[in-house]
Nanobody
Framework: VQLQASGGGLVQAGDSLRLSCTAS????????MAWFRQAPGKGREFVAA????????YYGDSVKGRFTISRDIPSNTLYLQMHGLKPEDTASYYC??????????????????????WGQGTLVTVSS
């Protein structure tokens, strides 16, 4: 699976932004996918995940109620809609996909090692 992320930029606190991740080589509906982020000097943090098939969604505690993960199957694109952005949301955002057709167990969807295909990061900077 090849992934191409886009949509990052510089915004002000409280603004909204939508990230996109275009996939090729695999239909999105057949793979578990996720967004992670990494701020300078910090580890990779789970943001959101969407399961293959029915599309159940999961969110990291810091973004619940503000971010929404979704997918558009015809265009094979994964999205991350972000509202109420805060300076602490500043990070490079990465989309990720699992190669295996075996689904990740629910308790592990937030683990980066469950995903073996990664897009390049797209930088989101939120000014106060």
């Amino acid at each position: 699976v090849q992934l191409q992320a886009s949509g990052g930029g510089l915004v002000q606190a409280g603004d909204s932004l939508r990230l996109s991740c275009t996939a090729s080589g695999r239909a999105l509906s057949t793979t578990d996918m996720a967004w992670f982020r990494q701020a300078p000097g910090k580890g990779r943090e789970f943001v959101a995940a969407i399961r293959s098939g029915g599309g159940s969604t999961y969110y990291g505690d810091s973004v619940k109620g503000r971010f929404t993960i979704s997918r558009d199957i015809p265009s094979n694109t994964l999205y991350l809609q972000m509202h109420g952005l805060k300076p602490e949301d500043t990070a490079s955002y990465y989309c990720a996909a699992r190669s295996s057709y075996n689904r990740i167990i629910s308790s592990a969807v937030g683990r980066p090692d469950m995903y073996d295909n990664w897009g390049q990061g797209t930088l989101v900077t939120v000014s106060s």
